[in-house]
């Protein structure tokens, strides 16, 4: 009944921004980290950015500096500012979250929004 969302995603120029965002919905008591995955194509998925209920941050050593991740804890969202893009950040990035929703904490994931650095 758990459903994550992002939107944002499509094309960019390298030195371009973009803004994702993801939306988590349902049957929802609590909501623990939320993080942003990508994963290109013959790569292994790697994680980006993670912020916890309280706010601290975690961010890949490829995007410190160029990436910030925010979450607004009343609407269940979180965000993903990319700015200084590259053709090395191209992949699909996927939202997760560790979401009580009654039984236990379990980790959920949305369909994923491809993000293409190109010229």
């Known amino acids: 009944q758990v459903q994550l969302l992002e939107s944002g995603g499509g094309l960019v120029q390298p030195g371009g921004s973009m803004r994702l965002s993801c939306v988590a919905s349902?049957?929802?008591?609590?909501?623990?980290?939320m993080a942003w995955y990508r994963q290109a194509p013959g790569k292994q998925r790697e994680m980006v950015a993670s912020v916890t209920r309280v706010g601290d941050t975690n961010y890949a050593d490829s995007v410190k500096g160029r990436f910030t991740i925010s979450r607004d804890n009343v609407k269940n969202t979180v965000a993903l500012q990319m700015n200084s893009l590259n053709v090395e950040d191209t992949a699909v990035y996927s939202c997760?979250?560790?979401?009580?929703?009654?039984?236990?904490?379990?980790?959920?994931w949305g369909q994923g929004t491809q993000v293409t650095v190109s010229s």
């Open positions: 997760a979250a560790r979401i009580f929703a009654g039984r236990s904490y379990e980790d959920y």
């Open positions: 349902g049957s929802i008591f609590s909501i623990n980290t």
